[in-house]
């Protein structure tokens, strides 16, 4: 049996990321992914009525499947966070600009 002299101890590598950075960085990011789906609903849908229409034009249905596949790529996203503290630096720079702008488009096309 070792001691706990030869044995190394478990420790948990520093992240070097505040919790306010992360915090701010994961809501910002949050957020601007959300308007993405929901401005990605918003295009997808069929021109006409209902979306079983979208059965009759190729242009319809073709783009209802991209809005689908691109909307389940960025639920996907949301679980997937910044490795690292300048990942979450970035999302604070983007989503302070991008959400803004994004919600700014959401409104204007809905």
Request: glycine share 8%; hydrophobic share 55%; with cysteine.
């Amino acid at each position: 049996m070792a001691t706990s002299e030869n044995t190394p101890e478990a420790k948990l590598p520093a992240s070097g990321v505040s919790a306010g950075l992360r915090i701010a960085a994961t809501l910002l990011r949050t957020a601007f992914i959300f308007i993405l789906i929901a401005l990605m609903i918003r295009v997808s849908l069929p021109q006409s009525e209902t979306i079983w229409s979208a059965w009759e034009t190729p242009g319809d249905l073709v783009r209802l499947w991209l809005g689908v596949g691109v909307s389940i790529w960025l639920v996907w996203q949301l679980f997937h966070g910044p490795d690292d503290a300048q990942g979450y630096r970035t999302w604070l720079y983007l989503g302070l600009a991008a959400v803004p702008f994004s919600l700014i488009c959401l409104i204007a096309i809905w």
